[in-house]
């Protein structure tokens, strides 16, 4: 048998009496047999396969830091409740009315030359019952007038007039918009709904009105009324500028404190990125020339024809238990020809789940012949997430002499 395969072999034998856990590992179950049919008494670690997986303070550190989520400490501003204060407006306002909506023409009757007088004399009595202070009789009058000409914005307007000095600004609206569909210039259209409007408080939109109606038709009336109605209307601008200027700050602040706490936890992520290389880097052995420093002269035995000396059936195919098929070729760069090393502790790759479990996966084991063959090709596999960490726990196991 040659003799780089025996010393190999003799070499097992001594890493077996120092671990006999190395032979709890299910490839090694004909050895067990083997020996146990030989009359051989094993320790019970031979048959119970533990695994003792020794971590640096640094894995340690590592782990603890990975389960951690980093803290990103938030500065909440407490935020007062913004209330708006009361504003003092002046000017009396009535109850909105509550009718039933009065009577309107229909658009689609045809006005004919006598409808058009008849309607006229129907406004003549109306503005005389007006004169009178006969309200209500105005507005008979009135929609008597609307209905016999729908279409004449001038009777909606006056009717709006009469609600007004009812008190009935509501009323006075619907007759107002109805007067400004038929003809969008009526002044006294814009001037009866503008008053209305100032009856029920709605001072922007009153002055609004007032000042269109003033420009179609200036009166001394308009001109009042818009004293009264300007002074509120600035002061609820104002005052909308005011809190809008407020909550808009207040979500600027919000918003700051937002930006700051994504950067302070972006910077958390990064430095912990970074820790965590420096970590890494500190660990991995100082460069690759020359191969995995201490290196596995000869690399794990390829196939052993012929099996162990005294009758193990063929051999141990395939190379170490547990390893890749066909044995790591040409061992790793930079060993001493002619066997593995005493000091490479074998127990320690067969009790790591991790290796075992990698040695079985395609894409690694062909990695790792990649970089036995030429050290060179570690670099293209350092970006890999699979490979990188098994190719560095390997050379963590396979240290030099002591």
């Known amino acids: ?231 509120n209307a600035h002061r609820i601008e104002e005052h909308r500028r005011k809190y809008e200027r407020l909550h808009k700050e207040r979500g600027d602040r919000k918003a700051e404190r937002e930006r700051q706490r994504r950067r302070a936890k972006a910077q958390a992520e990064y430095e912990k990125a970074k820790k965590q290389e420096q970590s890494s880097s500190s660990r991995k052995p100082g460069g690759m020339p020359g191969g995995f420093p201490g290196g596995m002269p000869g690399g794990f035995p390829g196939a052993m024809p012929g099996g162990f000396p005294g009758g193990m059936p063929g051999g141990m195919p395939g190379g170490f238990p547990g390893a890749m098929p066909g044995g790591m070729p040409g061992g790793f760069p930079g060993a001493m020809p002619g066997g593995m090393p005493g000091n490479v502790d074998f127990s320690k790759i067969l009790n790591d789940p991790e290796l075992m479990a990698a040695f079985s996966d395609p894409e690694i084991m062909a990695a790792l012949q990649d970089v036995m063959k030429n050290p060179a090709n570690l670099a293209k596999h350092q970006a890999n997430p699979k490979v990188a960490p098994i190719l560095a726990k390997m050379m963590g196991k396979f240290a030099g002499p002591q």
């Not at 048959?47 to 020794?54: A, L, T």
């Not at 935020?79 to 002046?90: A, G, H, K, P, R």
């Not at 008979?140 to 009812?166: D, G």
Request: hydrophobic share 35%.
């Open 1 to 231: 048998m040659d003799a780089t395969k025996l010393e190999e072999l003799k070499q097992f034998i001594e890493e077996c009496k120092s671990s006999p856990s190395i032979l709890a590992d299910p490839s090694l179950l004909f050895f067990r047999d083997y020996l146990e049919s030989l009359g051989a008494k094993l320790p019970a670690s031979a048959h119970k396969k533990s695994y003792v997986v020794e971590e640096s303070d640094e894995e340690m550190e590592e782990k603890e830091e990975s389960q951690v989520e980093p803290q990103v400490e938030e500065e909440e501003e407490e935020e007062e409740e913004i209330i708006e204060s009361d504003l003092d407006l002046e000017g009396d306002t009535v109850d909105p009315d509550n009718d039933p909506p009065q009577k309107m023409g229909d658009p689609s009757v045809e006005v004919t030359e006598e409808c058009r007088d008849a309607s006229q004399k129907a406004k003549a009595k109306a503005m005389e019952a007006l004169s009178q202070g006969k309200l209500e009789e105005a507005i008979e009058h009135l929609t008597e007038a609307i209905s016999l000409n729908p279409s004449s914005a001038i009777m909606y307007a006056t009717r709006a007039t009469v609600y007004i000095k009812m008190k009935k600004p509501n009323a006075a609206i619907r007759d107002a918009n109805a007067a400004l569909e038929i003809n969008s210039d009526s002044a006294k259209g814009y001037k009866s709904r503008g008053m209305a409007q100032a009856m029920l408080g709605q001072w922007e939109d009153a002055a609004k009105d007032l000042h269109l109606a003033s420009k179609l038709d200036y009166d001394e009336e308009i001109s009042a009324v818009l004293k009264k109605v300007e002074p």
